[in-house]
């Protein structure tokens, strides 16, 4: 029998640092699985030159938020929630970011570069181009580059220029012939300028800063340049809107002001750059020595994305286009939605099914529908090339009620959300911007419809953003349903940021700031009590990240009850697996491939019921504590089997997973030696070709369920992956 609840002991202690993994060396060895991927050589080239500028993209956004967040503690005598004191993990980051550089430096110059260029693509130095190259560059130079570059020279009367965060300089030393004079002079590379100036588009490039360098004779005429060298900086980017403040839009905009300004948390410099310089730099910026990096040109890898773009499908990841979701499908005719949601929840997972055909089409029908009285949508993220934005404006042309609840402090998307808010606003939508200290995170679309004298509501509720870009890249869940407890629940939550008045209880959705915590920690308990070693309880989560330290310790105690849980988790993991004692039930697994694993979904199995949950939030206490966030039941039995089956899959993977040992130490998951590596990724595409081809029988629940018993999880074997894969 499952164990009787007397009472719930106590789970062990949130202040007990040996008991969590730190949150900011967790993401370090995240990024280093990304590099990995990197440097794996059976990685096509452009995908490997990909990998690299996320890696460095994601350093940017780590260093300017994170090590910010370190360094301020350290200036101001506090200590970070771990209890480790900040200098002592600012300098533990720096040396594993460093430990990193030389496998980065190995695998673009020994690996990638040259692996293009035996493929026809190639970054050239200016003595590889020719002749007949050279005097173009040289054209270029002066038609296109010379016009927009202001050199800024420091001297007498001249102080050091303002270095902007993230821009690439040249630093120069300039000397006067007849007097002997020297001055330190920076060009910025200008940013409105290509990063790698096509000589051959396709085939041959050139940086930016080489044609720059080359020709600073003309930008100081008549004088001698000694030395040049480039240099990068990193500012503190990190920002709170105060709960007090009265207009979130203006306080965003002035703290965006700010973070022009922040102080200087890193400082990259060319691995070429003489002492001297180096220490000119570094005293005029008041930068810690600690936090200057020597790295070999080309600086700032992010500017490789447009590269990794090359327009060379033998070079990347097999293409690959979503599926329409069946039930969806309009080869017989046009589909009317909301009869279908009527018929039963639709479950869809992307970028298997496709974002434009499930739930931009769920946006645009509402519009051209005469019978919708009302849209109401949630905007974190979006882009340019979305058609929600546009329809929720056609819609208030139209009449209809319009709500758009923008986030305007999604972070990096501020001033972009703040211009799609300001466009809404003068089309008529009803705007609101937020909740002062409550960053909106939750996924929700709602439309009312009057059917037979009375209004239905339907929703979608999903795990990522309503962006149609990163629908393509990213592994999301979404719910489209017309039950009512559910749909009533996200109406109340709307008319709560919308208007004013204490939350309620929700019926169904798990909600924070809420409730979330406590609904959570209670469906975690339930497996403990029902759990019987005959009749095994069992978890699985999957999230972005987990870092909360209340959770992880109910968790612990799960796992001393004998529920077998599963973590899959992409980034950050603050919680030790397999420790004899605390955690020896729990397994930590991380997947990483060709698109970025998005979705967040809880399960809780035991014989007396299996739930499932999908939603927005991690389980970090910034997503349980100090955010909207919405998690919702999913019930239909179809869609609980489909989701069954994509976790199933995931706990196979032995092509693109990684283990989590009780140290924090992560090792590549491999395949038996008879077999061929498992991609669970690979498998969710295949499965959707084959249901959308009818290749499998039955409809997507079935399939779905067939699917499942043909691929059981197996745990695989932990191990370095062999020589010169990464």
């Known amino acids: 029998m499952a164990r009787a609840a007397r009472g719930r002991p106590k789970p062990p202690s949130t202040d007990d640092v040996s008991l969590y993994l730190n949150r900011e060396l967790s993401w370090i060895a995240f990024n280093d699985r990304v590099l990995q991927l990197a440097a794996d050589t059976s990685t096509p080239l452009l995908e490997r030159l ?22 301020d503690h350290a200036e101001s005598g506090t200590t970070p929630a771990d209890g480790r004191p900040p200098e002592e993990l600012l300098h533990e980051i720096a040396d594993h970011v460093r430990s990193h550089e030389a496998l980065l430096e ?12 035996a493929e026809g693509i190639r970054l050239l130095t200016l003595e590889e181009c020719t002749p007949a190259e050279h005097r173009r560059l040289t054209e270029m130079f002066e038609l296109e580059i010379f016009p927009v570059l202001t050199p800024l020279a420091v001297g007498p009367g001249r102080s050091f220029p303002y270095i902007s ?37 396709g085939r041959r490039y050139v940086p930016l800063e080489d044609v720059i360098a080359d020709n600073l004779h003309r930008l100081f005429p008549g004088m001698e340049c000694t030395e040049h060298a480039t240099f990068r900086v990193t500012r503190d980017a990190d920002y709170d809107i ?11 905009e002035q703290e965006l002001h700010r973070r ?11 691995a070429s750059m003489s002492d001297e310089m180096r220490g000119m730099i570094v005293a005029a910026l008041r930068v810690h020595p600690d936090h200057v990096y020597r790295a070999r040109k080309p600086l700032d890898l992010a500017d490789l994305f447009p590269l990794a773009a090359i327009d060379r499908p033998d070079l990347r990841f097999r293409p690959w286009a979503p599926q329409t979701q069946p039930r969806l499908d309009v080869e017989a005719g046009p589909v009317d939605m909301f009869a279908e949601i009527r018929r039963g929840d639709i479950l869809v997972h992307h970028p298997y099914d496709a974002f434009s055909t499930s739930v931009e089409r769920f946006i645009e029908q509402a519009v051209d529908d005469p019978d919708v009285l009302a849209i109401k949508h949630t905007i974190y993220r979006t882009s340019g090339d979305s058609p929600i934005v546009p329809a929720l404006v056609r819609a208030a042309e139209q009449g209809k009620q319009a709500v758009a609840m923008v986030e305007v402090t999604a972070r990096f998307d501020e001033e972009r959300n703040i211009r799609w808010a300001r466009s809404l606003e003068r089309a008529g939508v009803h705007v609101v ?19 037979e004298g009375v209004a239905r509501r339907y929703v979608h509720i999903g795990t990522g953003n309503y962006h149609p870009a990163t629908a393509r890249q990213y592994t999301d869940l979404g719910l489209f349903t017309c039950r009512e407890e559910v749909t009533a629940d996200v109406s109340d939550l709307f008319n709560h940021l919308t208007g004013f008045g204490r939350p309620q209880r929700y019926r169904k959705l798990w909600v924070a700031p809420q409730e979330l915590r406590q609904r959570l920690v209670d469906e975690i308990w339930r497996c403990s009590v029902e759990h019987d070693p005959d009749q095994p309880a069992r978890m699985i989560l999957k999230c972005n990240s987990i870092a909360d330290r209340g959770i992880i310790a109910e968790l612990y105690r799960a796992s001393a009850a004998g529920v077998q849980i599963d973590v899959i988790v992409r980034g950050i993991c603050c919680l030790k697996p397999g420790v004899p004692g605390l955690s020896e039930n729990i397994r930590v697994t991380s997947i990483l491939g060709r698109f970025l694993e998005h979705s967040r979904i ?11 949950y999908i939603g927005s939030a991690d389980l970090m206490a910034r997503n349980v504590d100090s955010r909207i966030e919405v998690i919702t039941p999913v019930e239909d039995e179809g869609a609980v089997a489909e989701i069954n089956a994509a976790l199933d899959q995931m706990l196979a993977d032995t092509a693109g997973c990684w283990v989590l040992d009780g140290e924090g130490g992560w090792s590549r998951r491999l395949p038996a030696e008879d077999e061929a590596p498992f991609s669970s990724q690979n498998a969710l595409m295949a499965l959707a070709v084959a249901v959308a081809d009818g290749e499998v029988r039955g409809d997507r629940r079935e399939a779905a369920a067939e699917r499942r018993l043909v691929r059981r999880p197996q745990p695989g074997k932990p191990g370095a992956r062999p020589s010169g894969a990464g």
């Open 50 to 71: 990909k990998f690299l500028a996320i890696y460095a993209n994601n350093l940017d956004e780590f260093f300017m938020v994170r090590v910010a967040g370190l360094v």
């Open 106 to 117: 190995a695998t673009l110059h020994g690996g990638v570069l040259p692996g293009l260029a």
């Open 165 to 201: 965060n993230l821009s690439l300089s040249l630093g120069v030393f300039v000397v006067d012939p007849p007097t002997g004079e020297r001055r330190f002079a920076r060009v910025k590379v200008p940013e409105v300028l290509p990063r790698f100036l096509a000589l051959e588009r």
């Open 242 to 252: 105060s709960e007090a403040a009265e207009d979130v839009l203006e306080a965003v």
């Open 260 to 270: 022009r300004f922040g102080d200087v948390v890193r400082l990259e410099v060319e």
């Open 433 to 451: 911007y937020g909740l002062a200290g409550l960053k909106t995170h939750a996924k929700l679309a709602m439309v009312v419809r009057r059917e």
């Open 602 to 612: 809880f399960s809780f199995r035991t014989a007396r019921a299996e739930t499932t």
